[in-house]
């Protein structure tokens, strides 16, 4: 990951941002034979180590991530910023800590408001750092039409997926939608019903839709 950096932030002349995430056991398990165990854990490890490389510096041992791999013909490449993927509390507070900014999907403005941004600088407080220069990305599902029952139902189908992931599920939960995580669960294959388990409320909150 971190060769691949460096070569990217060399190529594009230093305009790289590297965004890092631990993505979800069915994708760590089932593609890649590996195992999350304590995710902001080995998210932390992983972030220090990469950074560390970057920095041209021996990176540091961890529990679960061990290296000593350094980079080979380029850098080193010390100003690349890192964004780490975050939902949970936990996630956001590492990536307050130990990042330049934190990657959000599916998180409506009241999450961002209430979760995200005291998580993040809870973080920040624990490295020292104010909220200035962090970035916090927030992915918003937009469409312009005529017709926004058709872009609704279009959304549904593109968002399926992450109902059935626990990290969105959880943090669906948080946001104060359980009633549709319940009734999507309810609906346990029917994808129709599943797909009409997310609300007209979810979209609102989470999409910019005119």
Request: charged share 20%.
């Given at each position: 990951m971190a060769q691949t950096a460096a070569t990217i932030d060399d190529l594009s002349q230093g305009r790289l941002n590297l965004g890092l995430g631990v993505s979800h056991r069915p994708v760590v398990e089932g593609w890649h034979g590996q195992t999350i165990d304590?995710?902001?854990?080995?998210m932390r490890e992983y972030v220090a180590i990469v950074s560390a490389i970057l920095r041209g510096e021996p990176p540091p041992p961890g529990e679960k991530w061990?290296?000593?791999?350094?980079?080979?013909?380029?850098?080193?490449?010390?100003?690349?910023?890192?964004?780490?993927?975050?939902?949970?509390?936990?996630?956001?507070r590492l990536a307050g800590e130990t990042a330049d900014g934190v990657i959000l999907w599916l998180c409506n403005p009241n999450y961002v408001r209430d979760v995200v941004v005291p998580e993040v600088t809870t973080g920040r407080e624990r490295a020292g750092k104010t909220l200035e220069g962090f970035d916090v990305v927030a992915a918003v599902?937009?469409?312009?039409?005529?017709?926004?029952?058709?872009?609704?139902?279009?959304?549904?189908?593109?968002?399926?997926?992450?109902?059935g992931l626990p990290f969105y599920r959880a943090m669906i939960e948080r946001s104060g939608f359980d009633a549709d995580v319940a009734a999507y669960d309810a609906a346990a294959g029917d994808v129709e019903k599943m797909q009409a388990a997310i609300s007209n409320d979810f979209l609102e909150a989470l999409t910019a839709c005119r």
């Open positions: 304590r995710p902001a854990a080995e061990r290296t000593g791999f350094q980079l080979m013909g380029l850098g080193p490449h010390p100003d690349v910023r890192i964004y780490v993927a975050a939902l949970s509390p936990g996630m956001l599902p937009a469409a312009l039409t005529d017709d926004p029952t058709a872009a609704y139902d279009a959304m549904r189908r593109d968002l399926l997926p992450y109902f």
